[in-house]
């Protein structure tokens, strides 16, 4: 086989591993345990527990951890399910639809259309 062709397979099978590991997993959804720990994109912290349960804050409104927004979660196929549970009892639901959960990052987007990039936080015990 010629350099230029070897090459060639090599960027091939390169992209097929990036396709796949990067996407959803063969049963047409992402894994739910790799959403599991703490998520942070600029201010806004998200973070999900493997009981199906969260909260979220954002510290640019001057909201600690400690005053975080409740919420429970579900994840079917690219379908994440985020019900906030208001102070008055009420729930609001948000759907998002994830393009890419790995180690690393989670990208969603919104009912309104806007992506949002998460990173994975590192959570350091005072």
């Known amino acids: ?22 996407g959803p997993d063969e049963g047409g959804g992402f894994d739910p345990s790799a959403l599991v720990g703490h998520w942070q994109e600029g201010t806004v912290h998200e973070k999900y527990f493997d009981n199906g349960t969260g909260y979220t804050w954002d510290t640019a409104d001057d909201v600690s951890e400690e005053e975080a927004q409740p919420f429970e979660w579900s994840l079917e196929g690219d379908q994440l399910i985020q019900e906030h549970i208001l102070f008055e009892g009420q729930i609001v639901p948000r759907i998002l639809t994830i393009t890419q959960l790995n180690a690393f990052q989670l990208v969603y987007r919104d009912t309104g259309g806007v992506t949002h990039t998460f990173t994975r936080a ?3 015990a005072p």
């Not at 086989?1 to 990067?22: D, V, W």
């Open 1 to 22: 086989m010629n350099a230029k062709r070897y090459i060639y397979c090599l960027l091939g099978m390169m992209m097929a591993f990036c396709l796949t590991s990067c």
């Open 122 to 124: 590192l959570d350091i």
